[in-house]
T-cell receptor, first 111, second 112 residues
Framework: SQTIHQWPATLVQPVGSPLSLECTVEGTSNPNLYWYRQAAGRGLQLLFYSVGIGQISSEVPQNLSASRPQDRQFILSSKKLLLSDSGFYLC??????????FGPGTRLLVL | AQKVTQAQTEISVVEKEDVTLDCVYETRDTTYYLFWYKQPPSGELVFLIRRNSFDEQNEISGRYSWNFQKSTSSFNFTITASQVVDSAVYFCALRGYSTLTFGKGTMLLVSP
């Protein structure tokens, strides 16, 4: 069966510091991978998605970037965090035309 | 462009009441998929159900049931005999030929 992991679970970072969130999927090959952010007010915002290694599509221009160095690994990064980057970050995967499944999420607080 | 509307932002019920969560969608895609997810206080989005646009058969799973009406572009979710553990935010979502589009969610609070 497939599982999706995210770490860290919780992160408190000062403004201006770098960020690296990691997501890995097990039990499948060539998944589509996604990063979402959920700020206060609970709406889900799609940040990035990837259909293959090195292929990244950005939905919203911002202070963040994403990379996919391996088939089942998806990384969300920032060089300098802003207060507005605080939120709940969710990684998700699906096979083409399949159901999207979500990881446990990372709560990021930027102070 | 795709759009999903969950007009109910918050619903409060007492345990054992039935509750229906509304979802209305817009899409120009001829083939699409509809989903419901549950987000408990822990935060993880839990997949509940998926329906294909060509399958309007309603579905019942235990206390959960879903009513898909293509004529009114609605995909409503009913919880029968609600329980405290049903308290969560529920999201309706739509995927056509591109990425998944979520509604803003409905927070359901079930009190004992």
């Amino acid at each position: 069966s497939q599982t999706i992991h995210q770490w860290p679970a919780t992160l408190v970072q000062p403004v201006g510091s770098p960020l690296s969130l990691e997501c890995t999927v097990e039990g499948t090959s060539n998944p589509n991978l996604y990063w979402y952010r959920q700020a206060a007010g609970r709406g889900l915002q799609l940040l990035f998605y990837s259909v293959g290694i090195g292929q990244i599509s950005s939905e919203v221009p911002q202070n963040l970037s994403a990379s996919r160095p391996q088939d089942r690994q998806f990384i969300l990064s920032s060089k300098k965090l802003l207060l507005s980057d605080s939120g709940f970050y969710l990684c998700a995967w699906n096979l083409p035309t399949g159901t999207q499944y979500f990881g446990p999420g990372t709560r990021l607080l930027v102070l | 462009a795709q759009k999903v509307t969950q007009a109910q932002t918050e619903i409060s019920v007492v345990e054992k009441e039935d509750v229906t969560l509304d979802c209305v969608y817009e899409t120009r895609d001829t083939t699409y998929y509809l989903f419901w997810y549950k987000q408990p206080p822990s935060g993880e989005l839990v997949f509940l159900i998926r329906r294909n646009s060509f399958d309007e058969q309603n579905e019942i799973s235990g206390r959960y049931s879903w009513n898909f009406q293509k004529s009114t572009s609605s995909f409503n979710f009913t919880i029968t005999a609600s329980q405290v553990v049903d308290s969560a935010v529920y999201f309706c979502a739509l995927r056509g030929y591109s990425t998944l589009t979520f509604g803003k969610g409905t927070m359901l609070l079930v009190s004992p």
